[in-house]
């Protein structure tokens, strides 16, 4: 019986990686090219990843909205979460792994669109690695990619720290030293 446990286990392990491999082959043939291309000289839109246990440490991130003097509408936040989440913001979308099917596409029409969108400023955070979140990372097309942790692989600009102020105050400042903000 213990052997049988660990059998299905293994194979339900296996069964979840290859749906996050199946979504990350679909998200990246969706658009092709890479988009990198800037809609003007500033920062129009900025998305932020992050997962549920986090957001309320991340909420002063979400002040970067006013400080690049986007609209509300252009700063779009995705919350991956493998359960209900109590994050209360206007902007919040969220992602359970539940939502992409066994053939790799997701169920959420709002997140379909948030991957589809294209950002000048992607921003990831989070104190726990999650492969949702990474996921997310990896496949959202965007001109700057930015992450916290030294071994994001994907991301163009990395703020090795774990606290959200200090990684905000950095962000703006690199931003500053592109040139990006007006």
């Not at 998200?27 to 957001?55: M, P, R």
């Not at 970067?64 to 209360?88: G, H, N, R, W, Y």
């Not at 669109?113 to 979140?133: C, E, P, Q, T």
Request: hydrophobic share 40%; glycine share 2%.
């Amino acid at each position: 019986m213990r052997n049988y446990l660990h059998l299905l286990a293994n194979i339900t392990a296996v069964f979840k990686n290859f749906k996050y491999f199946l979504a990350e082959k679909k998200l990246s043939k969706q658009d092709s090219e890479v988009i990198a291309e800037k809609n003007e000289k500033f920062i129009t839109k900025v998305g932020l990843v992050t997962t549920a246990e986090a957001f309320e440490e991340v909420k002063p991130l979400l002040q970067l909205q006013q400080q690049l003097k986007i609209a509300k509408s252009d700063f779009k936040v995705l919350v991956c979460t493998a359960k209900p989440a109590s994050v209360e913001d206007e902007r919040a979308i969220f992602f359970a792994p539940s939502e992409i099917k066994a053939d790799g596409n997701i169920q959420n029409e709002d997140v379909k669109d948030f991957l589809k969108s294209k950002f000048d400023v992607f921003i990831s955070f989070s104190k726990n690695d999650n492969k949702l979140k990474n996921l997310v990372f990896k496949c959202v097309k965007s001109a700057l990619k930015v992450d916290h942790k030294k071994e994001s692989p994907f991301a163009d600009l990395t703020v090795e720290t774990e606290d959200v102020a200090l990684y905000q105050q950095e962000i703006l400042k690199y931003l500053k030293i592109l040139k990006q903000i007006r």
